[in-house]
């Protein structure tokens, strides 16, 4: 018995949609550790200005300075390197900005590009992420970037709900 597909949609990945599902699960995973951050920063700044009306110790205001901002740094930007470098492994791999057309069933999705195939069953994903033009399947650290303007088939209004039902039923 041949199964009906539920959505059909082609997404073509390009590096910028890549950058916002990273951008979104890093806001999401690491809200916590954003929020440390900014209270180690806050004490190191507080910090480095009572030594600086100490008049004293110079040499700890600069490396103070430094370390404030690499935090500030690393906790705002510190997922594009990551992403970077994902992005580029992905592309050896699939070629650049790859047609990914996705098969949404009852059980599961399958994704296709030129190259290769693949099934994964909604009891594998993790998380829905949604952006202002993704949705994004989170399984372990990966993610299936599903572009809103892709949709072929299907109701795109009511995939989010025909998503986190599948979720739900996970065991």
């Known amino acids: 018995m041949k199964e009906n597909t539920r959505y059909t949609n082609l997404t073509t990945l390009t590096k910028k949609q890549y950058y916002q599902f990273r951008e979104k699960d890093f806001t999401e995973e690491n809200a916590i550790f954003r929020k440390g951050m900014f209270c180690v920063t806050a004490v190191l700044t507080i910090t480095a200005f009572i030594v600086f009306r100490m008049k004293g110790l110079s040499v700890l205001i600069f490396l103070d300075a ?35 057309t996705y098969r949404f069933y009852e059980e599961y999705v399958q ?10 069953n909604y009891a594998q994903v993790d998380k829905l992420l949604e952006t202002k033009e993704l949705y994004v399947l989170k399984v372990g650290d990966t993610g299936i970037i599903i572009a809103r303007d892709g949709f072929m088939t299907g109701n795109r209004e009511v995939f989010k709900e025909f998503i986190e039902s599948r979720m739900d039923n996970r065991i």
């Open 66 to 100: 430094l370390l404030i901002l690499a935090l500030l740094w690393i906790t705002m930007y510190g997922y594009k390197f990551k992403a970077v470098k994902e992005f580029e492994r992905l592309e050896s791999v699939r070629g650049a900005n790859p047609d990914i």
């Open 111 to 120: 994704m296709e590009t030129d190259k290769s195939k693949v099934r994964i």
